[in-house]
Protein backbone atom coordinates (compact mmCIF):
# COMPACT_ATOMS: atom_id res chain seq x y z
CA UNK A 1 0.00 0.00 0.00
CA UNK A 2 1.26 3.43 -0.80
CA UNK A 3 -0.27 4.92 2.10
CA UNK A 4 0.25 2.57 4.37
CA UNK A 5 0.30 5.33 7.36
CA UNK A 6 -3.01 6.23 6.55
CA UNK A 7 -5.80 5.10 8.91
CA UNK A 8 -8.66 6.18 6.49
CA UNK A 9 -6.78 4.15 3.23
CA UNK A 10 -5.82 1.71 5.45
CA UNK A 11 -9.48 1.29 6.81
CA UNK A 12 -11.05 1.38 3.49
CA UNK A 13 -8.24 -0.71 1.82
CA UNK A 14 -9.66 -3.69 4.54
CA UNK A 15 -13.08 -3.23 4.54
CA UNK A 16 -12.65 -4.05 0.66
CA UNK A 17 -10.73 -6.66 1.30
CA UNK A 18 -13.42 -8.27 3.72
CA UNK A 19 -16.68 -7.05 1.12
CA UNK A 20 -15.47 -7.71 -1.92
CA UNK A 21 -12.66 -10.22 -1.54
CA UNK A 22 -14.04 -12.06 1.76
CA UNK A 23 -10.26 -12.12 2.95
CA UNK A 24 -11.75 -11.49 6.44
CA UNK A 25 -8.21 -12.41 8.11
CA UNK A 26 -6.27 -9.60 6.13
CA UNK A 27 -9.34 -7.25 6.46
CA UNK A 28 -9.39 -7.24 10.13
CA UNK A 29 -5.55 -6.88 9.80
CA UNK A 30 -5.41 -3.97 8.20
CA UNK A 31 -8.03 -2.38 9.90
CA UNK A 32 -6.24 -3.03 12.76
CA UNK A 33 -3.34 -1.30 11.78
CA UNK A 34 -5.98 1.99 10.76
CA UNK A 35 -6.65 1.85 14.56
CA UNK A 36 -3.42 1.74 15.78
CA UNK A 37 -2.57 4.91 13.62
CA UNK A 38 -5.95 6.40 14.37
CA UNK A 39 -7.66 5.26 17.43
CA UNK A 40 -10.00 7.90 16.69
CA UNK A 41 -10.69 7.74 13.43
CA UNK A 42 -14.41 7.27 12.60
CA UNK A 43 -13.63 5.62 9.44
CA UNK A 44 -11.44 2.90 10.69
CA UNK A 45 -14.05 2.23 13.56
CA UNK A 46 -16.85 1.87 11.53
CA UNK A 47 -14.61 -0.40 9.50
CA UNK A 48 -14.02 -2.36 12.00
CA UNK A 49 -17.25 -2.20 12.83
CA UNK A 50 -18.90 -3.55 9.91
CA UNK A 51 -15.53 -6.30 9.68
CA UNK A 52 -16.07 -7.78 12.59
CA UNK A 53 -19.85 -8.36 12.02
CA UNK A 54 -18.74 -10.02 8.33
CA UNK A 55 -17.05 -12.54 10.51
CA UNK A 56 -19.49 -13.21 13.19
CA UNK A 57 -18.33 -11.16 16.27
CA UNK A 58 -21.54 -9.31 16.63
CA UNK A 59 -21.18 -7.60 19.87
CA UNK A 60 -17.76 -6.86 19.23
CA UNK A 61 -18.57 -4.56 16.16
CA UNK A 62 -21.62 -3.20 18.05
CA UNK A 63 -18.67 -1.65 20.46
CA UNK A 64 -16.82 -0.46 17.21
CA UNK A 65 -19.26 1.34 16.17
CA UNK A 66 -20.86 3.07 19.43
CA UNK A 67 -17.25 4.21 19.70
CA UNK A 68 -17.53 5.64 16.23
CA UNK A 69 -20.98 7.60 16.82
CA UNK A 70 -20.03 10.14 19.62
CA UNK A 71 -16.61 11.33 17.54
CA UNK A 72 -18.91 13.38 14.87
CA UNK A 73 -22.55 12.72 15.27
CA UNK A 74 -23.10 15.05 12.83
CA UNK A 75 -21.28 12.71 9.85
CA UNK A 76 -23.14 12.80 6.45
CA UNK A 77 -21.78 9.19 6.61
CA UNK A 78 -23.28 8.38 9.71
CA UNK A 79 -26.10 6.01 8.20
CA UNK A 80 -23.11 3.78 7.97
CA UNK A 81 -22.60 2.96 11.25
CA UNK A 82 -26.35 3.00 12.16
CA UNK A 83 -26.72 0.20 9.34
CA UNK A 84 -23.64 -2.06 10.75
CA UNK A 85 -25.16 -1.37 13.80
CA UNK A 86 -28.85 -3.12 12.30
CA UNK A 87 -26.29 -5.99 10.95
CA UNK A 88 -25.12 -6.77 13.86
CA UNK A 89 -28.44 -7.05 16.07
CA UNK A 90 -29.63 -8.93 13.28
CA UNK A 91 -26.74 -11.46 13.68
CA UNK A 92 -27.12 -11.16 17.82
CA UNK A 93 -30.85 -12.13 17.73
CA UNK A 94 -31.83 -8.51 18.77
CA UNK A 95 -34.25 -8.29 16.14
CA UNK A 96 -36.18 -4.70 17.85
CA UNK A 97 -33.19 -3.24 18.46
CA UNK A 98 -32.17 -4.11 14.36
CA UNK A 99 -35.64 -2.18 13.19
CA UNK A 100 -34.42 0.62 15.27
CA UNK A 101 -30.89 1.25 14.12
CA UNK A 102 -32.14 0.40 10.52
CA UNK A 103 -34.66 3.01 10.64
CA UNK A 104 -31.93 5.72 11.77
CA UNK A 105 -30.22 4.63 9.13
CA UNK A 106 -32.91 5.51 6.56
CA UNK A 107 -32.99 8.64 8.48
CA UNK A 108 -29.72 9.34 7.76
CA UNK A 109 -29.18 7.81 4.21
CA UNK A 110 -32.65 6.89 2.68
CA UNK A 111 -31.13 4.93 -0.41
CA UNK A 112 -28.37 2.86 1.34
CA UNK A 113 -29.39 -0.39 0.23
CA UNK A 114 -27.40 -2.43 3.25
CA UNK A 115 -29.40 -0.39 5.47
CA UNK A 116 -33.10 -1.06 3.91
CA UNK A 117 -32.37 -4.81 3.50
CA UNK A 118 -31.44 -4.77 7.43
CA UNK A 119 -34.72 -3.44 7.76
CA UNK A 120 -36.30 -5.50 5.36
CA UNK A 121 -34.56 -8.58 7.49
CA UNK A 122 -35.56 -7.04 10.90
CA UNK A 123 -39.07 -6.45 10.13
CA UNK A 124 -39.75 -9.93 8.99
CA UNK A 125 -38.55 -11.12 12.17
CA UNK A 126 -40.34 -9.12 14.05
CA UNK A 127 -43.69 -10.19 12.25
CA UNK A 128 -43.93 -6.68 10.71
CA UNK A 129 -44.81 -8.55 6.91
CA UNK A 130 -46.52 -5.92 5.57
CA UNK A 131 -44.35 -3.55 6.05
CA UNK A 132 -42.01 -5.76 4.92
CA UNK A 133 -43.43 -6.73 1.86
CA UNK A 134 -43.86 -3.35 0.79
CA UNK A 135 -40.22 -2.76 1.19
CA UNK A 136 -39.37 -5.81 -0.20
CA UNK A 137 -41.46 -4.27 -3.67
CA UNK A 138 -39.79 -1.41 -3.68
CA UNK A 139 -36.00 -3.19 -3.40
CA UNK A 140 -36.88 -5.11 -6.15
CA UNK A 141 -38.03 -2.35 -8.29
CA UNK A 142 -34.82 -0.75 -7.51
CA UNK A 143 -33.20 -4.07 -8.49
CA UNK A 144 -35.00 -6.02 -11.16
CA UNK A 145 -32.67 -8.99 -11.67
CA UNK A 146 -32.20 -10.06 -8.27
CA UNK A 147 -32.68 -13.36 -7.31
CA UNK A 148 -32.94 -14.76 -3.47
CA UNK A 149 -29.64 -16.70 -4.88
CA UNK A 150 -27.68 -13.47 -6.22
CA UNK A 151 -28.82 -12.14 -2.64
CA UNK A 152 -27.10 -14.83 -0.65
CA UNK A 153 -24.25 -14.94 -2.59
CA UNK A 154 -23.52 -10.65 -2.01
CA UNK A 155 -23.29 -11.26 1.35
CA UNK A 156 -20.19 -10.83 3.15
CA UNK A 157 -20.44 -12.57 5.62
CA UNK A 158 -18.85 -15.96 6.69
CA UNK A 159 -21.04 -17.49 9.17
CA UNK A 160 -23.10 -19.80 6.21
CA UNK A 161 -26.08 -20.19 8.90
CA UNK A 162 -26.66 -16.28 9.08
CA UNK A 163 -26.21 -15.94 5.24
CA UNK A 164 -29.34 -18.86 4.90
CA UNK A 165 -31.50 -16.97 7.45
CA UNK A 166 -31.45 -13.81 5.57
CA UNK A 167 -32.21 -15.55 2.52
CA UNK A 168 -35.46 -17.39 3.67
CA UNK A 169 -36.47 -13.86 5.54
Do not use: K
Not at 49 to 57: E, I, K, L, R
Not at 126 to 137: F, H, I, K, M, N
Amino acid sequence: LEHHDDPTTLAFAGITLGYLGREHDAALHVIGLALALNPNSVTALRSAGWQHGYVGQADTAIVFLQRAMPLNPLDPEIGYVHAGMAWAHLMAGREEAAVAAARRSQLDLPTYLPGQWALLHALCRTGARDEAVRLAQALWTRMPGLTIESYRRSLPYADASFVARCAED
